[in-house]
T-cell receptor, first 116, second 114 residues
């Protein structure tokens, strides 16, 4: 069965702190894709990253970085020097290659609040 | 610019009426579109896969007679909530998948049933 778990429902930090959002996934497929999306209060989903199951290299994009570890089935997301504009709900998602058209299974989401 | 549009962005309707939500792929043809539903403070749940020229594929537990999906062209899918009730109030989001397994999401439609 496929499943994505984001154990942290809410996180509150003070501006400039680093924060890590956890994501653990379950899948029986060997080929799959993992995603992170940001959902600000407006509701529109903002794509952050896609990672395929054969690429375990960590990625850094500005203040954002992702740590993908197949051994622990985790795909964690770290924001360095957080800013108030980072406040949003963040979703981790999984797409199995065998699924029709790549439909996404979302985690429960982590609501991040960055206070000034 | 936007790749996927949804209309309307917000709608309020009375209980018992039907509401149609449109999802348009603006930049490319889409043989498949997805419809998701999101309750407040909750995750996105896939409702159905819309297939151009054929019947939609519904996820388990989703009433196909209540949530009618039509995908009549390669750029338009519609979701009609029939005989809406207050428990149907939710945020409905459509998405268009790409060949590279990314998805372009629409801006969402907030439905309130009074």
């Amino acid at each position: 069965a496929q499943k994505v778990t984001q154990a942290q429902t809410e996180i509150s930090v003070v501006e400039k702190e680093d924060v890590t959002l956890d994501c653990v996934y379950e899948t029986r497929d060997t080929t799959y894709y993992l995603f992170w999306y940001k959902q600000p209060p407006s509701g529109e989903l903002v794509f952050l990253i896609r990672r395929n199951s054969f690429d375990e290299q960590n990625e850094i994009s500005g203040r954002y970085s992702w740590n993908f570890q197949k051994s622990t089935s985790s795909f964690n997301f770290t924001i360095t020097a957080s800013q108030v504009v980072d406040s949003a709900v963040y979703f981790c998602a999984l797409s199995e290659a065998r699924n029709q058209g790549g439909k996404l299974i979302f985690g429960q989401g982590t609501e991040l609040s960055v206070k000034p | 610019g936007a790749v996927v549009s949804q209309h309307p962005s917000r709608v309020i309707c009375k209980s018992g009426t039907s509401v149609k939500i449109e999802c348009r792929s603006l930049d490319f043809q889409a043989t498949t579109m997805f419809w998701y539903r999101q309750f407040p403070k909750k995750s996105l749940m896939l409702m159905a896969t819309s297939n151009e020229g054929s019947k939609a594929t519904y996820e388990q537990g989703v009433e196909k007679d209540k949530f009618l999906i039509n995908h009549a062209s390669l750029t338009l899918s519609t979701l009609t909530v029939t005989s809406a009730h207050p428990e149907d109030s939710s945020f409905y989001i459509c998405s268009v998948p790409t060949d590279s397994y990314e998805q372009y999401f629409g801006p969402g439609t907030r439905l309130t049933v009074t």
